[in-house]
DNA sequence: TGATACATAGCTATGATGGCTACGGTCAAT
DNA sequence: ATTGACCGTAGCCATCATAGCTATGTATCA
């Protein structure tokens, strides 16, 4: 057996989210990390190979956290897709608000670290079925996608500030919530189902 | 009468923001801009006072520079608001594919640069207006919020690469356009305009 | 016209910080 | 005792940033 763990990965991966969330990326620096779990920077290497392979696990990590709150929101299968929908968008929405710089790291790749697409997937199915009960089949991944784009630069720009001009913020997302959910239902319509 | 300027301020801002595009933040270190204007770092910090303003600047010109095409495709302020909402979202794709580190700057910030409110809310007028048009008075900034939105989100997830796996981006796009666009027009509706 | 003063551009040199590597010591399990 | 995992010290290199110097050219005044 092997000398048991002192300072684990999900230690360093725990305190670079913290750092992260309190200082940004640039707060989120080896020695800050290392501090944290009480060791010297340069033996975290022994777990990470590098910063950016430290940062692509918190992502890692993030994405899965929101996945799980999402699927948990989306509930029933069988439901009314509609207020499932509700809850889902609420659901990554106030996850946002709790961790405002994980889920700008998750959702601003394209720089660094490199989009987890699967784990993202995995966090999008729900979703995807919520849309093709909405939208039908045929239409659930553009459905899916248009609704996903709404929610990701809606809390997007709210985190970055954007909104804080004038007017009622969770009015206009209640209103983005309404018009989409209503211009999907045209798949409800269709079949019937309405 | 001082000394006329050999390197302009504009000269390292635009210079920047070729860095930014090639290399990424990452690439665009001081030294690199000095390079590429012919000077030593150092002598930067008579026209910058430091990197990060450097970047600010950098996205100030980038959102400028949107919020001009985004004006020239809005066109014909009395012309039906549906194909010009149409015009200004491919205009601010297309910009996003011609700039994508830039635009990323942009519509990212939170971390380093602050956000320029104003910038953007210039920017952003001509959809107001359109949005206005669209939906009516009293819902047009939720209804700008919402389309805004989605097309940032859906521009940024683009870029990112999330839509890598299946389907067509394309269609995605028009679909999330057409079914905003008529969400939108119960205003015209409303107001016996359709 | 010619000399002086000054503002500005640019440089070299230097400090500070952070990522990362090399290497060595310590301790537990075998 | 040997092995292997863990962690530290020392040090390298790149980068941002600053301090202080030199040079150049314009402007002003004799």
Redesign the interface.
Known sequence: MPTPERTSLDEIVGAGRDLLESG???GLTMQAVAHRVGVRAPSLYKRVRNRNELIALIAHATVRELGARVDAAAGDPDGDPRPALRRVARAARDFAHER??GF?LV??????PR?D?DA??ASIAPVLRLASGLAGEE?A???T??F???????V??E?????????DVE??FE??LA??T???A?GLRDRGLL
């Open positions: 940004g990326l640039d405002p710089a700008r959702f601003t790749p394209g720089a660094e989009l697409t993202l997937e239409h991944l553009d459905a996608r248009t996903t784009a709404w929610l990701t630069g809606f997007s720009m985190l970055a500030g954007a909104f804080r001009l004038g007017g009015r206009a209103f983005g018009r989409l209503s211009a999907f045209d």
